[in-house]
């Protein structure tokens, strides 16, 4: 009889081992390379937030159904802190270890750039969602069918920062400031908004300033000796709060045009600007009061999160987020598969998705999807402009 | 062009003020321990934050948040100097490793707790002054104003009364002044202290002109270093003109040149200076 605990402990092991493999099997795992905190934060942080609440949405649904068989999904969601060689490693991790064949992020070109090649290594076994704009380089191209880019590009008939361009001409704008930090998501804007303007006849001028930087005086008195119409400046919340503040506070700049960035700084300065044009993917406070899927998922966030909504941060979750999971879940169904990155993306190519937004994606693998613009005037009157890319 | 320059020049002389109080802490605590604190920049993001948070969460009024995060920074430098500094003196290399450790432990922590994703005060005083064609933020000529009268009481507390004379005897040889009668524990102890809450003052002030993040010290350090090195390391006033001077050389150099590279004026101009005077603009020549 002493032996008897011995013997079950023993029974017991082998039960837990044996079935193992078989939960392993009902579970897909989604690994996410994001920046969650840092000076970048603001793109990766909303991302990882929807990505795991929809994972919880679709757990406590009891998974999904593909083949017969009922699966559920496990995220793995790194913190790159925006850090290029820890991004590298992260990724080795999650497809070596972890086994994650469906990548979210990164929203960073500079860590994107940096994980390129290894992920080319695994052409076709994994899928790598991501809405880095130096992805648009890539996407589509031989060697990168791992890859699809999650945000709508800013240029051709399609793109919204062209769109926005074409407001400026509209209203007469002939001088431009832009101000954008001197890393690969600077670098990036340069090749493609000084060319844009240029062929839309606004004189453009650039200026750098290196990451880090908290005083802008110096380079806002140069831009506004100048004498732009506007000012264009960078792509991360966490210096457009500083440059809007420091620029108004002396009144020196008092116009912005943003193609980056959130809502967040122009209503912090509301009072000191005279108008803050930005593009955001959906304006959530006016959502809010007329899509029921909107009004969804603010409760859900604030039931999962306890805490308040972040209006402001929100609209990031147009990429590599939310809707997404609900979309790849939809194409692992129709798929027939989980194990097949290829065969996912093949029907991630030819769906369209109905969530939050209107997801699909062009012959390249480059989504594109409805959004808004709006414009911000002194004092916090807004004006949102719809938009839906044929 | 003119009032370009002029504004610059006053900008650059206000945050150069910032670099001075970072500047006067090095230059007294090296000065008188003996000791190269690189982590005073961590002090300063210490007030930072601290002030964030009794400003913000804790719903005090900014003016009276500024105290009580400066005394939080120079408590975290007396703990500092009562676990490590206190057994590195008179060993450099020993003191220097010391700091760079803490300057990782502190950003650690604050990354830990608050995140690295930067956070931003309400606006304490907003709204500019104009003089002539130039326009200045009423709250950056407030923070001027209180770094030049911390730095000038400092330097007249330091010259004009007992602990000060002690300072300089303890300074110049600390045996003699021990047979004097100094109390050196309590002195450099003191020193710690008044040094780390000075940075801690300087991230209280800052933490109402920018927004705030972990790695804030470590930017600042570098500029007080450079500025008390070009102001001559043991000079108290030399170390509010080197931060000013290195302020404007940034700030004006930046109207002419890139100002991506802006960090580098400062440093080309100090090399070009200490090529002809080795102990700084105010430094001792003996």
């Known amino acids: 009889m002493k032996r008897m605990p011995t013997l079950l402990g023993i029974l017991a092991a082998i039960i837990v081992l044996a079935a193992a493999p078989a939960f392993a099997q009902d579970v897909v795992k989604i690994g996410q390379i994001e920046a969650q905190t840092g000076p970048n934060a603001i793109y990766g942080w909303m991302s990882s937030q ?32 925006g850090e290029p060689k820890e991004a590298s490693v992260q990724l080795k991790r999650l497809v070596e270890v972890d086994g994650a064949k469906y990548i979210f992020g990164p929203f960073l070109s500079n860590v994107f750039l940096a994980v390129r090649p290894y992920a080319g290594e695994f052409n076709g076994k994994i899928l790598m969602w ?137 209503l912090k300065n509301k009072d000191a600007l005279d108008e803050y044009m930005v593009y955001v993917p959906k304006y959530f406070e006016e959502a809010e009061k007329k899509d029921p899927k909107v009004q969804k998922f603010i409760k859900a966030y604030k039931d999962f999160y306890k805490r308040d909504f972040p209006y402001d941060q929100a609209p990031l979750c147009s990429s590599s987020c939310y809707d997404h999971v609900y979309m790849l879940v939809e194409a692992m169904k129709k798929a027939g598969t989980v194990d097949d990155p290829a065969a996912v993306k093949k029907a991630l190519m030819g769906m369209t ?38 | 062009m003119t009032q370009l320059v002029l504004g610059q020049v006053l900008n650059g002389a206000i945050v150069g003020s910032m670099y001075g109080i970072i500047a006067l802490g090095i230059t007294l605590t090296f000065g008188i321990t003996g000791i190269v604190n690189f982590a005073l920049g961590e002090f300063m993001m210490i007030g930072a934050y601290a002030t964030f948070a009794l400003a913000e969460r804790g719903g005090l009024p900014y003016p009276v948040a500024v105290v009580p995060a400066a005394c939080i920074a120079a408590a975290a430098g007396y703990l500092c100097n009562k676990a490590f500094f206190r ?74 009364t007992w602990l000060g004379r002690a300072s300089f005897a303890y300074a110049q040889n600390a045996e003699a002044a021990t047979l004097m009668g100094v109390h050196t524990e309590r002195l450099v102890t003191a020193v710690m202290l008044y040094s780390t809450g000075l940075a801690g003052l300087g991230g209280a002030l800052y933490a109402s002109l920018y927004s705030l993040e972990p790695a804030l010290g470590g930017v600042y350090v570098l500029k007080g270093m450079e500025a008390a090195i070009l102001g001559g390391i043991g000079s108290l006033m030399g170390s509010l003109w080197g931060g000013v001077i290195l302020g404007v050389i940034e700030a004006v150099g930046s109207i002419f040149l890139p100002t991506a590279f802006r960090d580098a004026y400062g440093l080309v101009v100090l090399v070009a200076i200490l090529l002809f005077r080795p102990s700084g603009l105010f430094g001792d020549e003996t």
């Open chain 1, 353 to 390: 998705y109905e969530g939050m937004w209107t997801l699909r994606f062009d012959e390249r693998g480059e989504e594109i999807f409805n959004f808004d613009v709006v414009r911000l005037k002194k004092g916090g009157a807004l004006e949102v402009t719809h938009i839906n890319p044929k």
């Open chain 2, 87 to 160: 057994f590195t003196r008179g060993n450099l290399v020993n003191g220097l490793l010391v700091s760079i450790g803490l300057i990782s432990v502190f950003e650690s922590a604050v990354l830990w707790y608050w995140s690295a994703t930067p956070i931003e005060m309400h606006y304490v005083l907003p709204g500019a002054i104009r003089l002539g064609d130039v326009t200045l933020p009423k709250m950056k000529l407030l923070v001027f104003a209180v770094i030049v009268v911390v730095i000038v009481l400092t330097y007249v507390g330091l010259a004009r």
């Open chain 1, 50 to 81: 929807g990505t795991a609440l929809a994972v919880d949405e679709i757990n406590k649904a009891g998974g999904f159904k593909v083949g017969g068989k009922t699966y559920k999904l496990q995220l793995v969601a790194l913190d790159t802190r």
């Open chain 1, 130 to 266: 991501g809405g880095a704009t130096r992805i648009h380089d890539y996407v589509g191209t031989p060697g990168h069918d791992f890859l699809m880019r999650t945000w709508n590009w800013d240029a051709g008939p399609n793109g919204f920062g062209e769109l926005m361009v074409d407001q400026l001409v509209k209203q007469g704008v002939k001088k431009i400031a832009l101000l954008y930090q001197n890393d690969q998501g600077g670098k990036v804007m340069e090749d493609i908004y000084i060319a844009m303007f240029k062929k839309k006849g606004i004189e453009a001028r650039l200026d750098y300033f290196e990451p880090g930087t908290k005083d802008f005086s110096t380079v806002l008195a140069k831009i506004a000796a100048w004498k732009p119409d506007y000012l264009f400046p960078g792509y991360a919340d966490s210096y457009i709060y500083d440059i809007v503040r420091q620029a108004t506070e002396t009144g020196q700049l008092k116009k912005f045009f943003l193609v980056r960035g959130s809502l967040g700084p122009g």
